[in-house]
């Protein structure tokens, strides 16, 4: 799948053995996160920034297309829904809904990332069946991990992706969830007619992690996006496997495992309960070193009136900064160039302010009578 963002998206299959195109669909959709196939001929497409500038109304949706008889056989959207106050309002990324799974026959996983929720929609009645989140409530640090005892009522979600529906023991519905904004994993279970929290994983060192998928093994899948890797972790948080990526990496899928998650709960494991990470070789691999520079920003100025400051500058130099440094230079070694670079214009307008007469007189005394 392609999504240019210039008015248009392409959807293709390919197959890895020719390196050909099976089919190629174009959509007249401005950005798609997400398309999966849903049956031989079917597509689920989750499509966002859909409609703002030219109605003012939000048509972000999920669509369900046939590849046979290419028409959209059902419509499901977002505005019908939500109140336009949602988010703070409608605007040109209102739902920012970034996956869509379908669960059975009538019934799809939506995450609209925007919100902070990951929702149920029932495909013949329309409704929201299901609720993970609330647009109002994101911040997990809102309380402390050890006042979070597992198996609370809680429900939050920060900018959410790519959430996961498991069936558990005795029929329990269960999401498993990369909690990007909390920089965490979680999964929780539908019991007693509410939402509880029944594992939490690398609060402490995940950094925007953006895909966690239950393998067979009954470990889990997780991209840690703005620390680069992918990893594989246990029940209780060892790290078992991890790979280094040049750039922030989105999804991962274990080839021969299926589409998404496929295995146990982690309560039918009996690992319920939260988990820090640990094995791991380092944040730059084979260097055991855990603490980046922006870690550092957080971890030093947490808890002090500079925290929020040094949170937001650690989220944007892991978002941006990989596009600039090469590979080979380490996050401490860019932070370096940058703060030498800074220093050195700050050091000349010094120079240029306090020497400013001289310098004028100088021009002056150059130029033609």
Known sequence: MVSPRDGETLIYELNPDTDERVWTRRFPFEDTHDADMI??????????????????????????????????????????????????????????????????????????????????????????????????QSDAQQSTRAERRMGEHEEVLDEQHNPDYLVGENGTPTMLVADSGNDRVVEYAYVDGSWRLTWEVGTESLRWPRDADRLP??????????????????????????????????????????????????????????????????????????????????????????????????????HYMPWFRPVWLSSWDAAFLVGAALLGVTWTAGEIVYRRKRIVAGIRGRLPL
């Open 39 to 136: 049956g031989e001929d079917e597509l689920a497409i989750a499509h966002m920034r859909a409609g703002n500038e030219s109605s003012g109304v939000s048509e972000d949706e999920l669509v369900t297309y046939n590849l046979t008889s290419d028409e959209v056989t059902w419509r499901w959207q977002f505005h019908e829904h939500y109140p336009a106050s949602t988010d703070g309002g409608m605007n040109d990324d209102w739902t920012h809904v970034n996956d869509v799974d379908r669960i059975d026959e009538d019934r799809f996983l939506l995450s609209p990332r925007n919100f902070d929720q990951a929702i149920v929609v029932d495909r013949s009645t329309g409704e929201i069946v299901q609720r993970l989140g609330t647009d109002d």
């Open 217 to 318: 093994n009954g470990n889990t899948l997780i991209v840690d996006t703005l620390n680069h890797r992918v990893i594989e972790v246990t029940p209780t948080g060892e790290i078992v496997w991890e790979y280094y990526a040049t750039w922030g990496p989105y999804d991962a899928e274990r080839l021969g495992t299926g589409d998404e998650s496929n295995g146990p709960t982690i309560r039918e494991q009996n690992a319920t309960g939260s988990y820090e990470l640990t094995g791991s070789a380092g944040l730059r691999p084979g260097t055991g070193d855990n603490l980046d520079f922006p870690g550092w920003l957080r971890i030093t100025f947490d808890d002090t009136p500079l925290g929020g400051l040094a949170n937001d500058l650690a989220l944007l130099w892991g």
